[in-house]
Nanobody, 119 residues
Framework: QVQLVESGGGLVQAGGSLRLSCAASESTFSFNLMAWYRQALGKERELVAN???????NYAGSVKGRFTISRDNAKNTVYLQMNSLKPEDTAVYYC?????????????WGQGTQVTVSS
């Protein structure tokens, strides 16, 4: 069973930075996509950024230019560098990994890490 463990969340003032990490229990080469989602209190979970095995990335419009997703395959870890944080970035951030096996897609989620941005 794949395990994803997020870390790096915390409390930061507006304008500050945080770097989230997502450590996978197996090689990140095995996943065709890894992503960060977030869920604010009372809102639906939303995609923040994703990165494909080939390295291409996508970002939500609200974070483009401020957040950067990257992966270190040697460490089986995906990162989310968050700069110029805003109070509206406050949420629980989740890591997701996606793989295909025998024609079926399997999604794996981490337990989440809280990010709180104070104004």
């Amino acid at each position: 069973q794949v395990q994803l463990v997020e870390s790096g969340g915390g409390l930061v003032q507006a304008g500050g930075s945080l770097r989230l990490s997502c450590a996978a229990s197996e090689s990140t080469f095995s996943f065709n996509l890894m992503a960060w989602y977030r869920q604010a209190l009372g809102k639906e979970r939303e995609l923040v950024a994703n990165i494909y095995s080939g390295g291409s990335t996508n970002y939500a419009g609200s974070v483009k230019g401020r957040f950067t997703i990257s992966r270190d395959n040697a460490k089986n870890t995906v990162y989310l560098q968050m700069n110029s944080l805003k109070p509206e970035d406050t949420a629980v951030y989740y890591c997701k990994a996606e793989k295909y096996r025998s024609g079926s897609r399997y999604d794996y989620w981490g337990q989440g890490t809280q990010v709180t941005v104070s104004s």
